[in-house]
């Protein structure tokens, strides 16, 4: 079996769907506050990178941990999940099947635990 990575088109495939996320998240109501003050470049490369090592990529992911790069943030349930559909949305967006996002969604689920503070 290829790597998730691979199936979802690769480095390419992995930015369309990061810069999708982030034109959302950034424009969404439920949780733009928090991106305000955010250089939105370092955290797409941050993110990209992220997601293409979890994703069986050939990355390594040297940022924060999740836990240090929320902390201050204060982040809920709520906020994790306008996230989560803003992710989903940019995925239909750029075609993901729905079985690989499923996939990816999986792969981010268990983060809720270090993102999510209160
Ligand atoms: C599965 C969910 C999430 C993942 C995988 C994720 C991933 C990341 C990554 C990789 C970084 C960069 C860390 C670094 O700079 O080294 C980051 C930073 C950030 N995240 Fe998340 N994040 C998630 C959820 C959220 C949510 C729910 C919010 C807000 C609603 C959020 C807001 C931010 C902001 C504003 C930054 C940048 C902080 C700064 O300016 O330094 N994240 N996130």
């Known amino acids: 079996q290829e790597s998730l990575y691979a199936r979802l088109g690769g480095q390419a495939a992995l930015e369309t769907v990061v810069d999708g996320l982030l ?3 950034t424009r969404d109501p439920r949780i733009q506050e ?18 293409c090592a979890a994703s069986g990529g050939p990355c390594r992911y040297e940022g924060e941990t999740m836990k240090n790069a929320h902390a201050a943030m204060g ?15 940019a995925l239909d967006a750029a075609g993901v099947p729905f079985a690989l996002q499923g ?16």
Do not use: C, G, S, Y
């Open 23 to 25: 034109q959302r998240a």
């Open 34 to 51: 928090f991106f305000k003050d955010t250089n939105v470049r370092h955290l797409r490369t941050q993110l990209v990178e992220q997601l």
């Open 75 to 89: 982040l809920r349930t709520a906020h994790f999940n306008a996230l989560v559909e803003d992710l989903q949305d």
């Open 103 to 118: 996939e990816l969604l999986a792969l981010l689920a268990p983060m809720h635990r270090d993102i999510v503070t209160r």
